[in-house]
T-cell receptor
Framework: DAKTTQPTSMDCAEGRAANLPCNHS???????VYWYRQIHSQGPQYIIH???NNETNEMASLIITEDRKSSTLILPHATLRDTAVYYC??????????FGKGTRLSVIA | DVKVTQSSRYLVKRTGEKVFLECVQD?????MFWYRQDPGLGLRLIYF???????EKGDIPEGYSVSREKKERFSLILESASTNQTSMYLC???????????????FGEGSWLTVV
C-alpha cells in the first residue's frame, strides 16, 4: 500500500482557503485518494475521494496531480469549525482504511 | 443519515475484567470495523468483519476478540482487560459494494475506556 506524507500542522485564517497537501509518490493504479477529518473527541468524518480527476463536493475540493504522486485538499472558506486533524489515505477500494498521523489544521479568527 | 452508535461513551473497568464494547449501525452495511486511537499512534485497526459471522484480524488483534452475530451489530471483547488497553475505541461501517465509494466509511463517536 502506498504511504502518504502530510505536514504535521498548518494554520489558516478564518475565511481564507485552506490548502492541505499530501504526497503519495508510490501510489499504484488501482488506489484511490481519500480524505477524512477528525474533530477533537469525535470519530473521523469522510470528506472526499478521487482516483485521477479533480473532485468537488459541498465540503471541499480535491486536486490530484497528473502523475498522481500528490494531491491537495482545499477547503474554500475555512471556518473555526474546520479546525481538525485531516487524514490523507491512499488505498484500494475494498481494503480497510489505514490512518496515518494526519495534518492538524488550526483555523484562526 | 448513517448512524453508527457505540453503546458506551465512557467506561472505567478493572484489570482482569471482561469488557464488551457494542456497536450498532442502521444502514444495513455489510462491513464493520473496530479501531483504537492513542496519542502519537493514530488510529489502528483491531478487527473487521465483511459480513455476519465473518471476522478478520487487523493490525493489532492481540488481547481482543469480536462477535458479529447480526448484520447491524459488531461487538469488541476484551477477554481480560489490561491497563495498556486504556484507549479510545472507534467503530465504523461501510456498504459491501466494491465501488470507489466503498471506502466511504462511517464512524461512531467513540468509546473512551479506562482500565485501572
Amino acid at each position: 500500500d502506498a504511504k502518504t506524507t502530510q505536514p504535521t500542522s498548518m494554520d489558516c485564517a478564518e475565511g481564507r482557503a485552506a490548502n492541505l497537501p499530501c504526497n503519495h509518490s508510490t501510489i499504484s493504479g488501482n488506489e484511490y485518494v481519500y480524505w477524512y477529518r477528525q474533530i477533537h473527541s469525535q470519530g473521523p468524518q469522510y470528506i472526499i475521494h478521487g482516483l485521477k480527476n479533480n473532485e468537488t463536493n459541498e465540503m471541499a475540493s480535491l486536486i490530484i496531480t497528473e502523475d498522481r504522486k500528490s494531491s491537495t485538499l482545499i477547503l474554500p472558506h475555512a471556518t473555526l469549525r474546520d479546525t481538525a486533524v485531516y487524514y490523507c489515505i491512499v488505498r484500494v477500494a475494498w481494503a480497510p482504511l489505514v490512518f496515518g498521523k494526519g495534518t492538524r489544521l488550526s483555523v484562526i479568527a | 443519515d448513517v448512524k453508527v452508535t457505540q453503546s458506551s461513551r465512557y467506561l472505567v473497568k478493572r484489570t482482569g475484567e471482561k469488557v464488551f464494547l457494542e456497536c450498532v449501525q442502521d444502514m444495513d452495511h455489510e462491513n464493520m470495523f473496530w479501531y483504537r486511537q492513542d496519542p502519537g499512534l493514530g488510529l489502528r485497526l483491531i478487527y473487521f468483519s465483511y459480513d455476519v459471522k465473518m471476522k478478520e484480524k487487523g493490525d493489532i488483534p492481540e488481547g481482543y476478540s469480536v462477535s458479529r452475530e447480526k448484520k447491524e451489530r459488531f461487538s469488541l471483547i476484551l477477554e481480560s482487560a489490561s491497563t495498556n488497553q486504556t484507549s479510545m475505541y472507534l467503530c465504523a461501517s461501510r456498504p459491501r459494494q466494491l465501488s470507489p465509494s466503498g471506502n466511504t466509511i462511517y464512524f461512531g463517536e467513540g468509546s473512551w475506556l479506562t482500565v485501572v
